[in-house]
């Protein structure tokens, strides 16, 4: 048996409920289309007229359930069989057609099917229309079920262009909606504020007449920062302090990058508003930039880009790869010909966001590094700075490490970064081989100790009975005592705590502090941990203090009650919390010497 052909059978009434409630996210996006059709008539009789000026007029009439939008453009109108052909027919565009000899380019619309959105606001669209190539009327009547009629009208002597009526539905009327005089002017701006084409409302408004020139990329790149900042107002509604210019390798996309004056979680949706042959498209693109741009509103205008079928968003194709490259670039260059005060002002900011993107990001890394602050012996200093400074530099892994060794490494004149604060870490060792002609290295608190000079050994000798006795009563607190020379002199001790003896400490502090069954599971936990190696407290045998206790004759006793105190107040300046025996200890030596100044004192 042969088999047969047949045809989708279409519910034309159903499909334009999708093509009109459902394909747009935007509830007011009727009045976008209807500024483009407008726009693009007015654009293709400039092909035929190049003198001839166009405009578009809206007004309302009636009021309540009467209300009525119109919308009046003097472009090129219509034929009566164009009526039919680009009315009727759901996907097919005047704007693509040959018939106007034009370059589609040109022209914002692309589909044909957004006169249909207009069917969101009204159960019918009447449309006359007067075609400047015969001068014929035509008058297009369409309805929601899919029904339409068209007639020619006999008005001899009117002029070119098209006139198109809705009806307001009841709802729209109680809700609140473009019906409304200021409702609708502002949806006007918000999509046709860059239109060449002069916007009127009510015969007598002109909203876009001062905005619609900043489309033009000679006059954007000559603006004063006055006129610039005064269009991001109008436009983003919102102001702004700093900006610069991007444009891509083709010259067919730019515009303005808007620095945000507060930080943002870099986490946050992207606020990029785009406008397509001068017609708004969307205020949320996300594509278009790269995801580290979210500390700046940028103001683009693009003649290559491909629109999706909704045109509130674009095709993600090679043209958009492109073009998203370049702009980065483009904003890179930016950043670094900002004025140093201003990039400054930037980075102080919104650096925390730019740590976090530079950690997953290594080309970012790479271009922002030298504007980054980092937390150095002198304070808080960029690495442009710090490698301008010295070719070898040292990093910590966490704050204790750098609280432990950073008079040690002051006094040796060596250059030391915390990198103990969020991101830090990651950062740095991501530019141990990326910085030219610099040495990036993480020091562990021991590295520097091993550099501590010991005494010599007639010294060393007359005190190890005195040391053997002091390791015997701290091992309690894993700690070891050792004697060593080093600088500066009014440093008394220093404590050095590897990273993994405080991990273990921590875990010992916590199950102190915790409830039984907690405490029970960690002290559990440590069970299967590898012992870590102690802690040392390094005692400056060049410390007066230090000195005097161990030249002195004294019954180590005494002795080892400073020692304890030494090791508690090591802790203390250290912001190391006191586990439950060390609050025991720092309590008993605060005892015993209030004691002793009684005894003083009878």
């Not at 007011?28 to 500024?35: A, N, S």
């Not at 002198?378 to 070719?391: A, F, H, L, P, V």
């Amino acid at each position: 048996m042969l088999s047969q052909d047949y045809r989708f059978q279409v519910n034309l009434g159903g499909m334009i409920d999708i093509l009109s409630n459902h394909i747009y996210n935007s509830k007011d996006v009727y009045i976008r289309e209807l500024l483009q059709n407008a726009t693009d008539a007015v654009r293709a009789r400039k092909k035929i007229e190049p003198d001839y000026q166009g405009n578009i007029h809206v007004s309302l009439s009636g009021s309540d359930e009467n209300t009525t939008l119109i919308f009046e453009d003097n472009g090129i109108g219509l034929t009566n069989a164009e009526v039919h052909d680009f009315l009727a027919t759901i996907a097919n565009s005047s704007k693509g057609s040959k018939t106007f000899d034009i370059d589609e380019n040109d022209f914002i619309g692309r589909f044909g099917i957004g006169l249909l959105s207009c069917f969101i606001a009204s159960p019918e669209i009447v449309l006359i229309t007067t075609s400047a190539r015969n001068h014929e009327t035509t008058e297009w009547r369409g309805k929601a079920d899919g029904t339409y009629q068209v007639r020619t009208l006999e008005t001899a002597g009117r002029e070119p262009g098209t006139q198109l009526f809705l009806r307001a539905k009841t709802d729209l009327i109680l809700d609140g909606s473009c019906f409304e005089a200021d409702i609708l002017k502002e949806t006007l701006m918000k999509y046709g504020a860059m239109l060449e084409v002069p916007i009127i409302f009510d015969d007598n408004q002109v909203l876009n007449n001062w905005t619609q020139v900043y489309a033009n990329k000679e006059v954007l790149q000559n603006c004063s920062a006055d006129e610039i900042l005064q269009l991001g107002r109008t436009l983003l509604h919102q102001d702004f302090a700093d900006y610069f210019y991007i444009e891509n390798n083709t010259g067919e996309t730019y515009g303005i990058a808007y620095i945000l004056p507060y930080a943002v979680q870099m986490t946050a949706k992207q606020h990029h508003t785009v406008y397509l042959n001068r017609m708004f498209v969307t205020e949320t693109n996300d594509n278009l930039l790269p995801k580290w741009a979210f500390f700046t509103r940028t103001l683009l205008f693009t003649n290559e880009l491909q629109p999706v079928a909704s045109r509130e968003d674009f095709y993600k194709n090679e043209t958009l790869e492109k073009t998203s490259a370049s702009l980065g670039a483009a904003l890179k260059n930016g950043l670094v010909n900002l004025e140093p005060k201003k990039l400054d002002k930037l980075i102080a900011t919104h650096y925390m966001a730019f740590k976090s993107v530079a950690t997953e990001d290594e080309e970012f890394l790479r271009f922002i590094y030298p504007f980054l602050p980092f937390r150095t012996l002198d304070g808080e200093e960029k690495m442009k700075e710090i490698t301008e400074r010295s070719s070898t530099i040292y990093f910590t892994h966490s704050v204790d490490d750098f609280r432990q060794v950073r008079d040690l490494a002051r006094t040796r004149g060596f250059e030391l970064i915390n990198g103990g604060y969020t991101f830090d870490t990651n950062l740095l060792t991501m530019l141990m081989d990326m910085i030219p002609g610099v040495k990036l290295e993480m020091a562990e608190p021991d590295r520097f100790a091993g550099d501590l000079e010991s005494l010599d050994p007639e010294t060393d000798a007359a005190h190890t009975a005195l040391l053997t006795f002091l390791n015997q009563e701290m091992r309690q607190y894993d700690v070891e005592i050792a004697l060593r020379k080093f600088e500066p002199e009014d440093l008394p001790m220093l404590f050095i705590n590897p990273s993994s003896t405080q991990f273990y400490r921590e875990m010992e502090r916590s199950a102190e502090e915790s409830n039984p069954l907690f405490g029970s599971i960690i002290d559990s936990l440590r069970q299967n941990v590898e012992l870590p190696p102690q802690s040392t407290l390094y005692l400056n045998f060049q410390n007066p203090v230090i000195q005097k206790l161990f030249t002195q004759k004294r019954a180590p006793e005494k002795m080892l009650i400073i020692v304890e105190s030494l090791y508690i107040q090591a802790l203390l300046l250290g912001h190391y919390p006191l586990k439950q025996k060390e609050r025991t200890l720092m309590n008993q030596n605060y005892l015993q010497l209030l004691d002793q100044i009684g005894n003083i004192a009878e």
